[in-house]
C-alpha cells in the first residue's frame, strides 16, 4: 500500500470538523487498506506504533535530532532548516516546503535524463519507524537518524510533512476511537450500525488496531463470538455514584453484594502459567512496580489461565492495617522497586473475575463470578477477597459503610446481584454504585489516649503487641470508651519494650471501667497515655466513644492512627474525653469539595 494514500487521508482529515465528515474520510482510506494492513492504520491514526499497554519504546526523537535528520534528507543546513521551523512554527510544514523546493530541482534533472523515484509504501514507513523506537543503548542517536533521514529523503513532501508530525507526537488529526470503530463498522460490516459489536470487542480487548484486524480479515461474526485474551487488558467497569444507602438499594435492584472501596490502585492481573501481568485502571503496564503481587498471583490463582481484578493497598505489614494510597507512590520509581518493596508493603483485595481457562466470565452475574473468584484463589493475608456482605437493608449497608471508613477505605461500591449483573467493560453504569462520604472530619490537634488491651504481633512484631487498643475517657460514667487501633508510627524499639512496659497492667478480662466491642487477646488497666494524630475523626460501628451522639449505633473512631509519644506526664483520667471529641469531630467537619463523577 502507498503511503502517500494514507498521508492524503491525513490532510483531508485535516481540512474537516465533523465527526460525520470524519468518518467518510476514514471509509475510503479503510476501502483502500489491504486487511492485513489496517491494524498499522489505525495505529498511526491514533499517533502510536502500538498500543500503550504492551509497554515497547517510544520514539525517543527529540526535535535537534528531527531537525537534523531533516536536514541531511533535503541537503539544507541544520541552520536553515530551524529558521524555517521558526517561520512557519510547524516542523513538519517546514520539511514539507523544503521537500517540494528540492523536488522541483530534482523533477528538472530527472527531465534531463534521471531515474525514476520508488514510491515509499505503508509498510515501509511503519517498519523504519519501528526500527527508530526499537534502537536503544549505543550508537542509537546515529541509527535513528539514519533511518529517519532516508525515510524522509524517500518521501513526497505530504508524505515527510506527516512523517514529521508523526515522530513529533504532533499528528493532531482530530479522530478519536469512536470514529474509527464507526468507519470500521461501514465498511467490514456493512453499516456503522454494527459500531456497538466493534466496541464491545474493543472493550473485552483493548487493542483497537487488532480489532480492526480481525473485523478486515475474518469478518463481523468472528467478531461476535470475541473473548478476553491474557495479556491484552480488558477495558474496565467503572461506577455511577450515590449517597443514600436507600436509594442505593433501590438503584441495584433491592440485593446487593456490597464491598469496601478500597483506596489503592487498581490492578488488572493476568496469569497465564507462570507469566503475570499487571494492568493499571488506565492500562498502563504496571507489572514492574509489583514484584510481590506477581508472586501473589503466581502462587495463589489455581488456574492455568486468568483474569483477576483487585485493589492494590499499602499497609503495614505487621497489623495488616491499611495505609493512605499516597504510601503506593513509593512504588513508582523504577529502580530500588525491591527496597520499595519491603519498605511499603502492598496487599491485594480482589473483587472481580474476567475470565479463567477459556470461559469468558464478563457475561455471567456477579455472584457466579465471586463464586468462581473464590474457588480458584487460594486466599492469603496477603491476596483474598474484598471484605463484602451481603443485604437488602439500609441500615446494614450503613453500618457497613462506617465500618469501611474507619478501617481506612474510602466507602464501600455496592453491586447489583441479579442475573442481568455483568462485567460492563469499559463502561460507567448503575450495576456498580460507590458510596463515599460528602463529609470529612479533619484531625488537626493530637489526642492523648488510654491503652486499654492489645493485639498480638505477627512477622516481625512476633513476640511482642502488633496494635493497642486506645479509648478517650467519659467522666460522666467514668469510663474508657474505644476510639481505634494504633499500630502505626512506633520504632522497633517502642515495640520492643511494649510487652515490659505492660506487663503489671494485664487482667485476665476486659477491665471493668473499659467498654469494648473489640475483642482483644490482652486486657489491661487503663493507665497508660499516649498522644495520637489520625488522618481524620470517622464513625465507627466498631468504637463505642460516643455511641449514637452522631448517628444510631455508630461511635467516633480515628482513621489511620499514629503513635506520637508516650505521655508519662499525665493520668488516665487527664486524657481526651468523649466530649471533646465529639467537639473536635463536629468543629473540623467539612463539605469535601469534589467533582461528581
Ligand atoms: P475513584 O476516584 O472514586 O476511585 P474512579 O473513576 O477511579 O473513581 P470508580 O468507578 O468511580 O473509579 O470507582 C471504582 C474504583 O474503585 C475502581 O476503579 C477501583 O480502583 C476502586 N475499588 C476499590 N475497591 C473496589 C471494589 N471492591 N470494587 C470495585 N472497585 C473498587
Known amino acids: 500500500m502507498e503511503f502517500e494514500v494514507v498521508a492524503e487521508a491525513f490532510e483531508e482529515l485535516e481540512a474537516v470538523s465533523a465527526r460525520t ?23 498511526l491514526l491514533m499517533g502510536k506504533l502500538w498500543p500503550d499497554w504492551k509497554g515497547l519504546p517510544e520514539l525517543g526523537v527529540g526535535e535537534k535530532l528531527l531537525i537534523k535528520a531533516v536536514s541531511l534528507a533535503v541537503h539544507r543546513s541544520e541552520r536553515e532548516v530551524e529558521d524555517l521551523y521558526k517561520k512557519l512554527g510547524d516542523l513538519g510544514l517546514a520539511a514539507e516546503r523544503l521537500k517540494s523546493m528540492q523536488a522541483q530541482r530534482t523533477s528538472l534533472l530527472a527531465f534531463m535524463g534521471g531515474g525514476g523515484e520508488e514510491k515509499l509504501t505503508l509498510e ?23 533511518l529517519l533521514a532516508g525515510l524522509i529523503a524517500d518521501a513526497t513532501p505530504r508524505e515527510a510533512k506527516y512523517i514529521v508530525r508523526f515522530v513529533e507526537g504532533r499528528l493532531r488529526l482530530g479522530v478519536g476511537d469512536a470514529t474509527i470503530m464507526d468507519a470500521l463498522a461501514a465498511v467490514y460490516a456493512g453499516s456503522a450500525g454494527f459500531r456497538p459489536l466493534v466496541e464491545r470487542a474493543y472493550n473485552l480487548r483493548a487493542d483497537l488496531g487488532e480489532i480492526a484486524r480481525i473485523l478486515a480479515s475474518r469478518g463481523i461474526e468472528e467478531l461476535k463470538g470475541i473473548k478476553p485474551e491474557v495479556g491484552v487488558p ?3 467497569m467503572l461506577a455511577e455514584r450515590l449517597n443514600n444507602p436507600v436509594e442505593i438499594l433501590k438503584k441495584v435492584g433491592g440485593h446487593a453484594i456490597v464491598e469496601y472501596k478500597y483506596d489503592g490502585e487498581r490492578g488488572q ?5 507462570d507469566t503475570v501481568i499487571i494492568f493499571s485502571r488506565r492500562l498502563e503496564n504496571i507489572t514492574h512496580m509489583y514484584p510481590d503481587v506477581q508472586e501473589y498471583a503466581r502462587s495463589r490463582i489455581k488456574a492455568e489461565e486468568a483474569i483477576v481484578e483487585g485493589e492494590i493497598v499499602a499497609v503495614n505489614p505487621e497489623t495488616g492495617e491499611l495505609r493512605p494510597f499516597q504510601e503506593l507512590m513509593h512504588r513508582r520509581r523504577k529502580h530500588d522497586i525491591h527496597v520499595a518493596m519491603k519498605e511499603y508493603p502492598v496487599h491485594v483485595r480482589l473483587f472481580d473475575i474476567l475470565y479463567v481457562d477459556g470461559e469468558d466470565y464478563t457475561v455471567k452475574p456477579l455472584p457466579e463470578r465471586r463464586r468462581r473468584l473464590s474457588e480458584i484463589v487460594d486466599e492469603s493475608d496477603e491476596f483474598r477477597l474484598a471484605e463484602h456482605i451481603e443485604t437488602e437493608d439500609p441500615d446494614e449497608l450503613e453500618k ?10 474510602e466507602g464501600v461500591v455496592v453491586k447489583a446481584t441479579h442475573s442481568q449483573a455483568v462485567y460492563q467493560a469499559g463502561s460507567r453504569g448503575w450495576l456498580w454504585i460507590k458510596y463515599k462520604r460528602d463529609y470529612k472530619s479533619e484531625m488537626i490537634d493530637t489526642v492523648d489516649l488510654v491503652v486499654v488491651g492489645a493485639f498480638y504481633g505477627r512477622g516481625r512484631r512476633g513476640g511482642t503487641y502488633g496494635a493497642l487498643i486506645m479509648a478517650a475517657y467519659d467522666p460522666d460514667a467514668d469510663m474508657f470508651r474505644t476510639v481505634c487501633k494504633v499500630g502505626s508510627g512506633f520504632t522497633d524499639e517502642d515495640l520492643a519494650k511494649l510487652p515490659e512496659m505492660f506487663k503489671d497492667l494485664v487482667v485476665p478480662h476486659k477491665h471493668p471501667r473499659v467498654d469494648s466491642k473489640m475483642q482483644a487477646d490482652v486486657w489491661f488497666v487503663p493507665s ?8 481524620e475523626i470517622t464513625l465507627s460501628p466498631l468504637h463505642t466513644c460516643c455511641t449514637d451522639s452522631v448517628k444510631p449505633g455508630a461511635g467516633l473512631s480515628i482513621r489511620f492512627p499514629r503513635f506520637i509519644q508516650w505521655r508519662p506526664d499525665k493520668a488516665p483520667e487527664d486524657a481526651t474525653t468523649a466530649h471533646e471529641l465529639l467537639e473536635m469531630y463536629r468543629r473540623q467537619l467539612r463539605k469535601i469539595e469534589e467533582k461528581p463523577a
Open 269 to 273: 492481573i493476568h496469569k497465564k502459567g
Open 21 to 43: 465528515q470524519m468518518t467518510m474520510v476514514l471509509v475510503e482510506l479503510f476501502k483502500k487498506t489491504p486487511p492485513e494492513l489496517v491494524d498499522k492504520v489505525v495505529y
Open 234 to 236: 480488558i477495558r474496565p
Open 528 to 535: 497508660k497515655v499516649a498522644e495520637i494524630i489520625g488522618a
Open 400 to 409: 457497613f459503610f462506617l465500618q469501611a471508613i474507619s478501617e481506612g477505605a
Open 124 to 146: 515501509k514507513v511503519y517498519e523504519t519507524l519501528s526500527r527508530v523506537a526499537m534502537a536503544t543503548g549505543e550508537g542509537s542517536r546515529d541509527l535513528k537518524l539514519k
